[in-house]
């Protein structure tokens, strides 16, 4: 087949956008399909551009990839795609509405509003440990983990909360974080996420190796990982979620588990998650970039 693999884009996670399209790209052309890596930014995403392909992959990270934009546009295009349709980005990339969603139905998500700069040093979650992060985005850019209200970082908070507005803010819930992809609504081996000591799971250690992913986990209960899995199905399909999603929790001390997020476009570079959960289910990248354009051509745009 002939795919479009769109990457790049404006938003803060161009980079890791362009590392994931360049990994799904080599992937697609081993499993014997003829790509064309298709950049928003660069005005190449045009009707005349994709005239003739069988399907598209997109994987543009943050604003303009994740909230339902791109979607539209290719369904104005009419090219089948792979991922989620335009309401479900919408709902998942809007960190308040997803909350509200999981609050609705009883799914257990830390306590979260919207603040500003006026509001936060004011705001009643900031008594105890919190997360101050952008509520429309993703690979924890900007994201602040307070564990200590006395040395918050306000000034770097403050500016953050400069350029984007709005931020939303959580309480902290502690525990050990996994996380649960979902391919074609099956939910994948479950990864234990280990921070190095006296570090967190932000920006830099997501990407420079310093992070333990553990798939499958050393830590986690058989009993506990069949909980998981089969919630992260049910979040995929109570936000109308398509092909592939992946959805991060916390596991209390009690056994709780809390969920922060679904992502409907994961990363797809070769230290992302949701590609080390498929390899360990018996999709190494080739096969699966191969499986989710094949799920895209065959639905077609009919319920795109």
Not at 78 to 102: H, M, N, Q, W
Not at 271 to 288: E, H
Request: aromatic share 4%; glycine share 8%; proline share 5%.
């Amino acid at each position: 087949m002939k795919i479009s693999v769109i990457a790049g884009g404006t938003s803060d996670e161009r980079e890791v956008s362009l590392r994931s399209g360049r990994a799904v790209s080599a992937a697609l052309e081993r499993a014997g399909h003829n790509t064309t890596l298709h950049d928003p930014s660069t005005g190449q995403l045009t009707r005349e551009s994709v005239m003739g392909y069988d399907a598209a992959f997109p994987i543009i990270h943050g604003k303009g990839g994740e909230d339902g934009t791109l979607q539209q546009q290719l369904e104005t295009l009419g090219i089948p795609y792979v991922g989620s349709g335009i309401e479900s980005c919408r709902l998942t990339f809007d960190k308040s509405a997803y909350k509200r969603l999981l609050d609705a139905r009883d799914i257990l998500t830390p306590k979260g509003d919207i603040t500003n700069t006026t509001g936060l040093r004011q705001h009643e979650l900031v008594r105890k440990p919190f997360v101050l992060k952008p509520y429309d985005g993703g690979s924890s850019v900007d994201t602040f983990i307070v564990r200590d209200v006395h040395d918050a970082p306000w000034d770097d908070m403050q500016k953050a909360l400069e350029k984007y507005g709005d931020m939303l803010i959580e309480e902290l819930i502690s525990g050990s974080e996994i996380t649960v992809g979902v391919l074609d609504d099956q939910a994948l081996p479950i990864i234990e996420i280990i921070p190095p000591a006296d570090g967190e799971f932000d920006y830099q250690n997501k990407y420079n190796g310093a992070t333990q992913e553990l798939c499958p986990p050393e830590h986690v209960s058989e009993d506990t990982q069949a909980r998981a899995q089969r919630l992260a199905e049910n979040i995929h399909k109570l936000c109308g979620c398509r092909d592939l999603s992946r959805t991060d929790m916390i596991i209390t001390d009690a056994g709780e588990l809390f969920v922060l997020e679904t992502n409907t476009l994961p990363g797809m570079t070769d230290q992302s998650l949701l590609p080390k959960a498929a390899k360990v289910a018996g999709y190494d990248m080739t096969k699966l970039c191969d499986h989710l354009v094949r799920l895209a051509k065959d639905r077609g745009t009919d319920d795109a």
